[in-house]
């Protein structure tokens, strides 16, 4: 079946870093891939979104390309604000009429002053 | 424009107590998702409606939960009689006609004591 797999956190930076999220799936045919975000005490919101191979999917500074190849989605952020500490999921749509979606397990991304 | 809304936000009851928590949709969607968060096993999908009929109940962990939608501006998720082991964030998501990405509502926690 369908699965994500994201790097193991929790992670910390400092303000103003680089950063990187991996993501890679395992599904058949050409899923939708998303990042959603979760901020402390909240629900998931959409972060960013891709539906075809090189797709880049971009919001708030943060940016990840859709890599058929590879099959990854990793996200990406040059410079963390210390409002960016949350949790990130990535998933996946499968192609067709299902639209469920696949969570991967979160990373927990926490960036210091 | 008002987000998917659930109620309660936090409900405290004690094992054996029926619960029902409810979910107000995003106008005009057609598809809902109950989805359970919980630090051991993240994210679960427990049923998903589309056009108010439910089209895969396989997430639903036991016959003590049950969910109904009988409109397209109202579902609920009733659980009884709960147990401990039902503590977690129980979320509603929404998504457009013929789109892959969904739109969470905040939560509700629940604890069972």
């Known amino acids: 079946g369908d699965s994500v797999t994201q790097m193991e956190g929790p992670v910390t930076l400092s303000e103003e870093a680089f950063l990187t999220i991996n993501c890679t799936y395992t599904a058949t045919g050409y899923p939708s891939l998303f990042w959603y975000v979760q901020y402390p005490g909240e629900g998931l919101q959409l972060l960013l979104k891709?539906?075809?191979?090189?797709d880049k999917g971009s919001n708030k500074g943060f940016e990840a390309t859709y890599r058929k190849e590879t099959t990854s989605f990793h996200l990406e952020k040059g410079s963390v604000q210390v409002s960016d500490s949350a949790v990130y999921f990535c998933a996946l749509s499968p192609s067709g009429s299902a639209r469920q979606l696949t969570f991967g397990s979160g990373t927990q991304l926490t960036v210091l002053p | 424009d008002a987000g998917v809304i659930q109620s309660p936000r936090h409900e405290v009851t004690e094992m054996g107590q029926e619960v029902t928590l409810r979910c107000k949709p995003i106008?005009?969607?057609?598809?809902l998702f109950w989805y359970r968060q919980t630090m051991m096993r993240g994210l679960e999908l427990l049923i998903y409606?589309?056009?108010?009929?439910?089209?895969?109940d396989s997430g639903m962990p036991e016959d003590r939960f049950s969910a109904k939608m009988p409109n397209a501006s109202f579902s609920t998720l009733k659980i009884q009689p709960s147990e401990p082991r039902d503590s977690a964030v129980y979320f509603c998501?929404?998504?457009?006609?013929?789109?892959?990405?969904?739109?969470f509502g905040p939560g509700t926690r629940l604890t069972v004591t």
């Open positions: 891709a539906t075809k191979a090189d």
């Open positions: 409606f589309n056009n108010n009929v439910p089209i895969d």
């Open positions: 106008s005009g969607h057609n598809s």
């Open positions: 998501a929404s998504s457009f006609p013929g789109a892959n990405e969904q739109y």
